[in-house]
């Protein structure tokens, strides 16, 4: 068959089981992949078009009201339909339409081959930034004119399925093969099309120089690039004046260049802490250009000393800019040549062994593992890297993923066939070779706790994004436990009899009760099973009697219990223990049975290598288990440590998590990392509190006479950009006043949104007050007016839901907790942050409160210590979220009084740039707000 139609649908909602009705049908032909006709027609659905599907499609009743209806239409549709497959994107939603249609009017439904453009994108462009039709138009530069409108949506995807056709034909064979095992678990009828493919193929010349093939399986792999490098004979201020003053490279590379004082002088600071081997705390304000400030020194000094030189960021944001961006601009405005690379931990790469391995034992997959594998098929035919985050998985995708990731090779022998084509071998071979190594906060944390084992010999460090750093460390040093991680394990382990990891090997090497007791294994597993499912129903239990005033919410809504061993009695808890315990030797009798296999394997198969490295994998997993268990109800290690429980009210009885950190890493930063390398450069946005970044020095652990410490100011005319805004009127929330202050916060956000047309974020500090003021907006805003998007309550990552708010002409976006910061929402989309609350984390937060006791011993001030600089530098960090250029311009709203009223409010009017502040009733700020801007636009 080489006939295709792509059809695409408007209707008057989602469900064709309610009633709602075809109002237009977009129809695209295809033959011999060329687009040859095209088929459009309204319908009336004999009921009214809701508002929103009107304000969607710019459909209306006035349309349709002469169009005629389905029924006469149907045999037209049907004949255009005949020996074709039918195209969509969402093809269940298109089709599942017709055939109610046509069912409805006595017809018979449709049973023809169909094919999702989303499914086939996700599969063949795995890569992708999103898979809506307007985010794949938008990537591949599809003509899309009329969005949300059936023919030219039907075009879009005609074109797309044009792109998908081509993929597949520059696929190897190798690729094809693979894919042909997965495709029953799909919804696309692609098999035809593959083994046509496939007989082309068989009989072609054509080849893939930048391809690779082992054992089955087709995959991109480069060569380790060296450069030679070169001594440097130019000193540190003729080179960065030769970039950065006016004529320099910079300004020819950037048209729009202006020179940064504070960029050049960032740099300078940086060259000066490496060559006299001290530690920099530098505070860098948004517009500083800070990254290519640091990076500039940093590469002088690698390749002039021959000495490696560590980047750490926080984000894979940040690294994917420096790799993406910065790094690329150095090479062209840099004389000296040089290598930079990304390292993350194991966790982040394929394994091309183990995911070949999966692929050979083919098992009954799920649809989200097998669009997993179909994905990664593809993907590693174009990947450089291997690194996963370059891909979007579906959600079990990522659970499947961490089966095949480097993590689980524990050991690669280099005489093993596979050492030469091992992503993350191929990552440290560049690290090996580069001057300049761009890796994760998480990555040096876990090298610095594991005596420097995991990145290349350094003794020069910039930590960007800082201000986490001190976290990152207390959640290395840490731990995390939870029932689905648990139970996770176990069931991958399986019993004797089941087609899981143990079951394996009792088939491969003939395993027996005579040999190994496999009884006693089937028995203990299921006794582990059991007292996990009994124990975290117990823990969630405890916790839920335990007074109010014993808990706080998280920020997605948890209740989290901070547990004090000296205090935790009765026989409740006593239960808790006698099953942790028995947990505990349930996993040991495990793993003495899983080194008895071991062993055995070892005796019949000394080159055996997998499946002894999945034993001790699982060996691994369960002993991290018992050490959790013994660390987080037993003892204290060998750190003091804040413990606390969460649980999540809304989920099953289960839903537990176990959380445990240092109550101080300052010491532990200062012993392990400080002390041990020659200069730590720590930069950020929001480094100081009132100007001074003791508070700062405390938490990392930086004495302050072997510390250098700048502030550069940001370039941005925010007394000219910024208006701050702050309510007298507000009701007091001290005093219970909740749902009162929620109403007026909605208020002021509607009246606001009117001046700025949405373009608005909100930042909530609390997930229960973002979850009100969503609800009390959504009953009073005027229907469909804004898109109002909510985190946590509107579905999506973060990333997604930016994505979202950028996409709508009038949105307003609610955000908690990680939207305070790293969300860059630049020019026009973003013109009102509205701050609800100032952000101090509530006194009886687990990690607040154990921290606040502790001072408190030591007679220090909780709040003045601890509660106000951390509130001081997240308000820093939203501050920072509305300009993000020169030309951005909005108004900053304070919902909370205190800020002006508090004795320490100054403290954060005096951390930010200085802007003009109004302190006056809610109109009044309203109409103050819109003269403001009403003067903006007019000059």
Known sequence: MNRFVVIDLETTGHAPSKNDKIIEIGMVIIEDNEIIDT??????????????????????????????????????????LEDSY?????????????????????????????????????????????????????????????????????????????????????????????????????????????????????????????????QGL??????VDVKQVHNVQTSFGTYLDT?????????????????????????????????????????????????LAYLLPAVYYAVKQKQKVIISTHTTQLQSQLLDEEIPLIHAISDIPFQATLLKGKNHYISLEKFSIELYEQGQDNYDVALTKAMLLIWITETGTGDIDEVQLPTSGYIFFRKISADTEKSINPQS????????????????????????????CTDMFNDYAFLPSYERVIIDEAHHFEEQAAHHYGLKMDYMSMQFTCNQMGSSEEDKLFGNYVQAYQLSNGDIPLHEWNETLKNAKQEIEDLFQAIYHYVSKQHLSNQALSDVGRIQYRMDMEKETGESWQVILDMSSRLSLYFRDLIHILFMVEERISQEDQSEKNHREELL?????????????????????????????????????????????????????ENEFFHEKESVVMTSATLTMNQSFSFMQKRLGLSSHSCITEQIKSPFAYDQQVQMFVPNDFPNIKYGNIDDFVYATAEAIISLAEITSGRMLVLFTSYEMLRKAYYVLKETMETDKYMLIGQGITSGSRARLKKNFQSFDQAILLGTSSFWEGVDIPGDDLSSLVIV??????????????????????????????SLPNAVIKFKQGFGRLIRSSSDRGIVFVCDARIVNARYGKYFTESIPKVPMHYDSTQKLIDKAEQWFKKNDAL
Request: net charge negative; hydrophobic share 40%; glycine share 4%.
């Open 243 to 291: 970039i950065y003053e006016d004529g320099g490279k910079l300004s020819q590379h950037l048209p729009m260049y202006e020179k940064r004082s504070g960029q050049q002088e960032m740099s300078e600071t940086i060259y000066d802490a490496f060559t006299s081997k001290r530690h920099a705390l530098i505070e860098a304000g948004t517009g500083t250009g800070k990254s």
């Open 617 to 669: 994998q699982m060996v691994e997993w369960l002993q991290r288990y018992i050490d959790g268990l013994e660390l987080m109800f037993f003892s204290d290690g060998e750190v003091e440590q804040i413990k606390w429980i969460e649980i999540d009210k809304k989920g099953q009885n289960h839903s537990v998590f176990l959380y445990s950190e240092p109550a101080n890493v300052a010491e532990l930063l």
């Open 218 to 223: 087709a995959f991109h792999m480069k060569d």
């Open 39 to 80: 088929e459009t027609t309204f319908f009336n659905p004999d009921q009214p078009i809701p508002p929103f599907i009107t304000n969607l499609t710019g459909i209306s009743d006035e349309d349709v009201v002469d169009a005629p209806v389905f029924k006469e239409k149907a045999s037209t549709i049907k004949s255009l």
């Open 86 to 214: 039918i195209i969509a994107h969402n093809v269940n939603f298109d089709l599942g339409f017709l055939n109610a249609e046509l069912k409805e009017n006595g017809m018979d439904r449709l049973h023809n081959q169909v094919l999702d453009t989303v499914e086939l994108s996700r599969i063949l462009f795995p890569t992708a930034p999103g898979y809506k039709l307007s985010q794949l138009s938008d990537h591949f530069n599809l003509q899309h004119d009329d969005p949300h409108r059936a023919l030219s949506d039907a075009y879009v995807t005609a074109k797309l399925f044009q792109k998908v056709i081509d993929k597949i034909n520059q696929l190897p064979y190798e690729t094809i093969e693979q894919w042909l095992k997965l495709e029953g678990a799909f919804i696309s009828d692609i098999k035809e099309i593959l083994l046509k493919r496939l007989d082309e193929l068989a009989f072609s010349t054509d080849n893939h120089p930048s391809i690779q093939t082992f």
């Open 837 to 866: 609350r100032l952000p101090f984390q509530p006194p009886n937060h687990p990690v607040v409160e154990a921290k606040s006791a502790i001072l408190k011993k030591q007679q220090q001030n909780p709040f003045m210590e601890l």
């Open 417 to 444: 066939p596979w050492f030469q084509y091992s992503y993350y071998q191929q990552a440290r071979r560049k690290a090996q070779r580069a001057n300049i190594i761009i890796t994760n906060h998480a990555l040096l």
